[in-house]
C-alpha cells in the first residue's frame, strides 16, 4: 500500500509553453502533498506544501505565479509550470503524507521536465 | 533550522563488506531523523526513521542507524553490502511542523564486486 503515482514520468516542451505535471496518492488520501524539486546530482529542495482545498505555501524563492499548484482533492494534486524556460528542467518530485498511523510520507517516482 | 549535513558526497565499498553513511544534524529541538534511498528511476524509499523512541534504529534490508545526540549525527550501517545497494542515500530532518522534509546533499554509494 501507499503508493504515489506521477504523470507525466517525462516531458520535453518548448520555452513559453505551460506543463502541468499530476500526482495522485492511489490508496490513501492526503490532506498535504509537497512539491519537490531536484537538480542533476543533487539534492531534493523543497518548494511548496499543497493542502487539499486551500492555497499552497511556497519556500521562500520559488515563483508561486510560475508554479501552480492545486490540491483539489484528497488524492490529487497538481504542479503547472507556467511559460516554461530552459532553466526549468529538473526533476519535480511529489510526496504525499499519510495521517493514518505513522504519519509517513510517500513519494512519487518523479517528473523529468526539459524544457528546449 | 533544522539541517543535515552528509559528509561524504561519494562512497565506494567492496560487495559483503560494511557500509557506513555518514550524517551530522542541526536542530533547536529534537528533530525527527530519516534515511532515504533514490535508486535510479524510482522513487524515494524510506529506509528509517528516528522520532525520539530508541536511539538505535532498525531498518529495511539490514539497514540501521544510530542516533547521538552528544555528537549530533545519524549515520546509516549496514554490516554487509549487496551490489543492490548501490544508489543515492540522503540523510533527512524534519521541519518543526513534522511536515516538510530538509534534504542532506546525498551520498552516492557504489558497491563493487
Known amino acids: 500500500g501507499a503508493v504515489v503515482s506521477q504523470h507525466p514520468s517525462w516531458v520535453i516542451c518548448k520555452s513559453g509553453t505551460s506543463v502541468k505535471i499530476e500526482c495522485r496518492s492511489l490508496?490513501?488520501?492526503?490532506?498535504?502533498m509537497f512539491w519537490y524539486r531536484q537538480f542533476p546530482k543533487q539534492s531534493l529542495m523543497l518548494m511548496a506544501t499543497?493542502?487539499?482545498?486551500?492555497?499552497?505555501?511556497?519556500e521562500q524563492g520559488v515563483e508561486k505565479d510560475k508554479f501552480l499548484i492545486n490540491h483539489a482533492s484528497l488524492t490529487l494534486s497538481t504542479l503547472t509550470v507556467t511559460s516554461a524556460h530552459p532553466e526549468d528542467s529538473s526533476f519535480y518530485i511529489c510526496?504525499?503524507?499519510?495521517?493514518?498511523?505513522?504519519?509517513?510520507?510517500?513519494f512519487g517516482p518523479g517528473t523529468r521536465l526539459t524544457v528546449l | 533550522a533544522q539541517s543535515v549535513t552528509q559528509l561524504d558526497s561519494h562512497v565506494s565499498v567492496s560487495e559483503g563488506t560494511p557500509v557506513l553513511l555518514r550524517c551530522n544534524y542541526s536542530s533547536s529541538y529534537s528533530p525527527s531523523l530519516f534515511w532515504y534511498v533514490q535508486h535510479p528511476n524510482k522513487g524515494l524509499q524510506l529506509l528509517l526513521k528516528?522520532?525520539?523512541?530508541?536511539?538505535l534504529v532498525k531498518g529495511i534490508n539490514g539497514f540501521e542507524a544510530e542516533f547521538k545526540k552528544s555528537e549530533t549525527s545519524f549515520h546509516l550501517t549496514k554490516p554487509s553490502a549487496h551490489m543492490s545497494d548501490a544508489a543515492e542515500y540522503f540523510c533527512v530532518v524534519s521541519g518543526r511542523t513534522g511536515y516538510a522534509l530538509n534534504f542532506g546533499k546525498g551520498t552516492s554509494l557504489l558497491v563493487t564486486p
Open positions: 510526496s504525499a503524507y499519510r495521517l493514518a498511523g505513522d504519519n509517513e510520507q510517500f
Open positions: 499543497s493542502n487539499e482545498g486551500s492555497k499552497a505555501t511556497y
Open positions: 490508496d490513501f488520501q492526503a490532506t498535504t
Open positions: 528516528y522520532t525520539s523512541a530508541a536511539t
